[in-house]
């Protein structure tokens, strides 16, 4: 009776636990599935790069041999996805066209997997790309280039470009996404702030002036629910399991090896 006790409730403890953990290991839902809001233009450097946020799809119109740069907020635990779709011209020759995505140092981030480059043949209607950045860290060594919180930058633009092509109206389109990796990739650190540009000089400011002034913040963009908001993982969860689990092992272990070695009592005059 009482192993069957043990074990029924483990069995409770890996029902309640397997219910966040399933959520956390699920994608994470896009800040705006519409398109409301979305900019419409891009910008042509890092400091006007226009700002949008995951799930929504930008827009521009655009000339080829432009720089076009977007920026948009990525937090820990998240594997972002960039994709871009750039509509060429009725007739053109060969082009090569190329995202790239920079974080908040302007470090650029290697892509895992995705078309970062593409060629569209002479006369394609469009040429789509896409970039799978490597997960975000809550922390990381000085010296490593891992991705880290903050903003990061999209860079599109065509890297092989015949003359005659040369200043042809373009249509542009960017969205980016994310999946929430989960406790996989927690580590034992966080950053004092994000990798936004202008919030250094935003904390230092407010620290002179007792917070009376608002100084211009670069970038003003941040995930739906604040940064750092992925504190709470499955790694939480399957860590008191494991606890649990080791003690009801131990009370299962003593259940059963009770009274074993001892000398069998005689009773008094046998």
């Known amino acids: 009776m009482r192993i069957t006790r043990v074990l029924s409730a483990t069995l409770l403890a890996l029902g309640l636990a397997a219910g966040p953990a399933a959520a956390d290991s699920s994608p994470s ?68 066209w190329q995202i790239d995505v920079y974080d908040g140092l302007r470090r650029r981030q290697a ?55 040369l200043g042809q109206p373009i249509e542009a389109s960017l969205q980016v996404g994310s999946k929430d990796i989960g406790g996989s990739a927690a580590v034992d650190g966080s950053l004092a702030k994000p990798l936004v540009p202008g919030i250094a000089v935003s904390s230092k400011s407010e620290a002179d002036d007792g917070g009376s002034s608002k100084p211009a913040v670069l970038s003003g963009i941040e995930p739906e629910d604040g940064w750092s908001s992925g504190w709470w993982s499955d790694r939480w969860v399957w860590t008191g399991v494991g606890a649990i689990l080791a003690a009801l092992a131990g009370i299962g272990g003593y259940t059963l090896t009770r009274g074993a070695g001892r000398p069998t009592r005689v009773p008094p005059g046998a």
């Not at 233009?41 to 946020?53: M, P, V, Y």
């Not at 480059?117 to 006369?123: I, L, P």
């Not at 999209?154 to 003359?163: E, Q």
């Open 29 to 96: 839902p896009s800040a705006s599935s519409s398109d409301g809001g979305a900019p419409t233009t891009a910008g042509t450097s890092f400091r006007t790069a226009a700002e949008i946020d995951q799930g929504q799809r930008a827009t521009a119109s655009a000339s080829t041999g432009d720089y076009l740069y977007w920026s948009f907020p990525a937090d820990a635990g998240q594997r972002p996805t960039v994709k871009a779709t750039v509509k060429l011209p009725g007739t053109h020759a060969a082009q090569t």
């Open 111 to 165: 892509c895992q997997y995705g078309a970062q480059t593409r060629t569209a043949e002479r006369g394609a209607a469009s040429v789509d790309l896409a970039c799978v950045l490597r997960t975000v860290r809550a922390w990381s060594e000085p010296w490593a280039n891992d991705p880290l919180p903050g903003t990061y930058y999209v860079r599109l633009t065509v890297v092989n470009l015949t003359t005659a092509d």
